[in-house]
């Protein structure tokens, strides 16, 4: 069964730094696109960053420039550095993976961006 689980969510000061980790197991074959997701109270899931399996990088516009996406595929995993968090990047982080064309997703971190 493949799974994803996420690490490293918590609360932090604006303009502080958290790093997630999402461990992806369960599967033979090497994911392809492997990225993060976050979704505030009252609003829709949103993408925050991606890694490609064919090459590239996403990000959100909102994240550009303060957040980094970096994968082993050695090991199946994905991380995510945040600086210079801001309040409204208060949300459940979500790790996101695609292989063989099915998309799986991990139980979500909160991280919460608070004075």
């Known amino acids: 069964q493949v799974q994803l689980v996420e690490s490293g969510g918590g609360s932090v000061q604006p303009g502080g730094s958290l790093r997630l980790s999402c461990a992806a197991s369960?599967?033979?074959?090497?994911?392809?696109?492997m990225g993060w997701y976050r979704q505030a109270p009252g609003k829709q899931r949103e993408l925050v960053a991606v890694?490609?399996?064919?090459?590239?990088?996403n990000y959100a516009d909102s994240v550009k420039g303060r957040f980094t996406i970096s994968r082993d595929n050695a090991k199946n995993t994905v991380d995510l550095q945040m600086n210079n968090l801001k309040p409204e990047d208060t949300a459940v982080y979500y790790c996101h993976g695609v292989v063989l064309r099915a998309h799986y997703w991990g139980q979500g971190t909160q991280v919460t961006v608070s004075s």
């Open positions: 369960g599967s033979i074959f090497r994911f392809y696109d």
């Open positions: 890694l490609k399996g064919g090459g590239g990088a």
